[in-house]
């Protein structure tokens, strides 16, 4: 791939040997860990790998029948399965034979209803699971529209194939078509190995003792406390990830593709780096996190053995670029080539290994390691090519993508395309399209001037300033207004400024700022070591009481957000709210604990013995929680959900409104300035 260079463990390349006929034989580290996944989540489309072209002109099917047996004969991987007990799953190869070709013919429906039933078609080859234990791992399917119109669609797993695969399969699928259809035999030269050769090798040579240096550099790079990216999202993070994806597109223009390559000249980068730091600010930006964490995938076939073969040899690097100190671009770029230089030289490691070595105690909701991703095509991209037809590739897409941000890059004649996968449980296809145009914005920004710092480069696009020059508001008003105090953060001050004043009353009952402040950032320390994560949402089942005020106040400062569910529901409508709300914790008072038996519960008895050490502290904002054992939460972004509201469910299901935290700002605003009160002094709450 072109973001990467390759490597060899011996610096020669090492000979792989063929390890005889028949027999099942292990998975390689990569396929262990798809097998894992398919396990844990059956039926899931994620790992899909579809392709479909527009196939105009003369069409020998029976040439292409026989090209699709010849190239699945000749590649052993495409007609494995896989099975076996889960501490030691094998892969097993069928005998060759005929591949199954789905025909339909839709040359006699309304032409009006033919390019809506080969959309549907389309979309249904892309989208059907593979069970890995018994089906055959490529699938084609050929559409007729007329004798000189067809649709030909081609899906394979990714545990049998990757980016690099793709263009053997095409180059070789292309040659036997040829060869077929003349009615001669194509002389494709010999594989020296199959891929079940390579995960034997694999499982051999890539043993500890092997990869102790390269181990040892990750630990150091990626050890500690791996950061999570918080990014601000549409909807509230599901306890889970999802898998539904969408994507949306854009188009750079060549003259700032060429600029940017040249900038990255200039300061001995790749155009991958360039792009890597570009969206690395981007990142930062929205997140206002200094550790940007990016998943990149490499080609990771460092032995010659390889370079003919179909199968997964993509290795993925982890790398973790640091924004501390508000850089200027040109800085941040040498940190991002330094970042890249030694993940290139310890490539080696498989990422599951990884994986296995740093993941542990992450939530489950986020994925292992890193978020987003970040891979860049090779220039000319691969092509089928069926002699005297004419192809062009058909939009393929699965609705699936197993990471919250995926950015796929490709250069193309005209410029760079750039294509911005998201979940769609968490994003919608407007927020995907706003951070293409304000990654445009940072890469012209750099280019204009590199020495800026990455916190002074625009983000807003034209559309969007004159948008809010339309609302009277000014650019600079709306960024300090996305700077500006949540209402926890207000409390906090409050407690610094004025620690006695009353903060709360409850009957007879009173509490003052310091006490309520402490309270909260206790809570938010059990929250956060409990693995409650930013953007999560968290129910909040208490009375109205000093507690509940504790309980909403602590829940925002762990950077996740609340659900209010009252502890007088049903029991069933309680768990139906939080399964609703994705809540993976809760926090209630001990006596209701029972009602919600499976979640992660934290009372706020079990909290008491944090509170005393939180009170004395006179640090009472992060880092409050860092006393309290605690990880800091990352600062809430204007669009980052502070609670969420559900209606009553009359229609059946109850449906969710998330508030952000510039909403709760706004309203607090809104209600001082009603009664005529200073935003900045400290006022109670009373019940």
Request: glycine fraction near 8%.
């Amino acid at each position: 791939m072109s973001s990467t260079v390759s490597t060899s463990l011996s610096g020669g390349g090492l000979e792989i040997p063929r390890r005889g006929e028949g027999g099942p034989a292990p998975l390689s580290f990569a396929q262990e860990l798809l097998w894992l996944m398919d396990r844990a989540a059956p039926g899931v489309t994620a790992w899909n790998v579809p392709r479909a072209f527009r196939v105009r002109g003369p069409l020998d099917v029976d040439a292409l029948q026989r090209a699709v047996d010849a190239l699945v004969a000749r590649h052993e991987v495409l007609r494995t399965t896989f099975g076996g007990p889960e501490g030691a799953p094998r892969q097993t190869v069928r005998p060759a034979g005929p591949v199954p070709v789905r025909f339909v013919d839709v040359a006699g429906e309304p032409a009006e209803r033919r390019a809506a039933r080969v959309d549907e078609l389309v979309r249904e080859h892309a989208r059907a699971s593979f069970d890995l234990s018994a089906d055959l791992l490529l699938r084609v399917m050929l559409v007729r529209l007329a004798d000189d119109d067809h649709v030909l669609c081609l899906n394979t797993h990714h545990i049998v194939s990757d980016g690099w695969s793709k263009s053997i399969m095409f180059r070789e699928l292309s040659a036997l078509y040829a060869g077929f259809r003349a009615g001669r035999a194509t002389e494709l030269p010999p594989l020296p190995i199959q891929f079940a050769d390579y995960a034997a090798w694999e499982r051999d040579a890539l043993h500890e003792a092997a990869l102790a240096d390269s181990l040892a550099y990750w630990r150091e790079q990626l050890g500690g406390v791996l950061p999570t990216l918080a990014l601000p999202t549409d909807y509230p993070r599901p306890s889970a990830p999802g898998f539904g994806g969408g994507a949306r597109v854009a188009i750079l223009p060549r003259a700032l593709l060429d600029a940017v390559a040249a900038l990255a000249r200039e300061h001995d980068t790749t155009l991958y780096m360039a792009l890597l730091a570009a969206y690395a600010t981007l990142l930062h930006r929205y997140t206002s996190q200094d550790e940007i964490v990016v998943g990149s995938p490499i080609a990771g076939r460092m032995q010659s053995e390889t370079e003919g073969l179909i199968g997964y040899f993509a290795n993925t690097l982890v790398l973790r670029t640091s924004l501390a100190g508000d850089p200027t671009f040109a800085e941040l770029l040498g940190r991002v080539r330094e970042t890249c230089l030694g993940a290139y030289e310890h490539q080696e490691v498989p990422f599951e290994k990884l994986v296995l070595e740093l993941q542990k105690g992450q939530s489950l909701t986020h994925a292992p390691l890193f978020q987003v991703v970040l891979t860049m095509e090779d220039t000319i991209p691969a092509a089928l090519e069926l002699e005297a037809t004419s192809l062009e590739p058909i939009d393929s897409d699965h609705g699936s993508t197993k990471f919250d941000l995926t950015l796929l890059v490709a250069i193309l004649p005209e410029g760079l395309r750039l294509t911005l996968g998201y979940r769609t449980d968490l994003f919608r296809g407007e927020t995907a399209e706003r951070a293409l145009g304000h990654l445009r914005r940072v890469l012209e920004g750099a280019v204009a001037d590199p020495g800026r710092r990455v916190s002074e480069l625009e983000l807003l696009t034209e559309p969007e300033a004159a948008e809010l020059e339309a609302w009277g508001v000014a650019a600079g008003a709306a960024a300090d207004r996305a700077a500006g105090t949540w209402v926890h953060e207000r409390v906090s001050e409050w407690a610094q400024r004025t620690p006695e004043a009353v903060a709360v009353v409850e009957g007879a009952r009173v509490v003052c700022y310091q006490e309520l402040d402490a309270r909260a950032s206790a809570l938010a320390a059990r929250l956060r070591r409990r693995g409650v994560e930013a953007g999560e949402v968290v129910g909040v089942g208490l009375e109205r009481s000093v507690e509940a005020v504790v309980a909403l106040l602590g829940v925002m400062k762990a950077g996740a957000a609340y659900v209010p569910l009252s502890p007088e529901l049903p029991e069933a409508r309680l768990r139906q709210l939080v399964a609703e709300a994705g809540a993976r914790v809760v926090v209630v008072a001990s006596e209701h604990a029972a009602r919600v038996a499976g979640l992660e519960v934290v009372t706020l008895e079990a909290s008491a013995a944090d509170t005393a050490a939180a009170a004395g502290s006179t640090a009472s904002s992060p880092e409050a929680g860092a006393v309290a054992g605690a990880d800091a939460a990352p600062r809430p972004r204007a669009g980052s959900p502070a609670y969420v509201l559900f209606t009553s469910g009359s229609t059946g299901v109850p449906k969710g409104v998330a508030v952000t935290h510039a909403n709760l700002a706004g309203y607090v605003d809104a209600i001082l300035e009603r009664l005529g009160w200073d935003a900045g002094e400290a006022r109670s709450f009373g019940w």
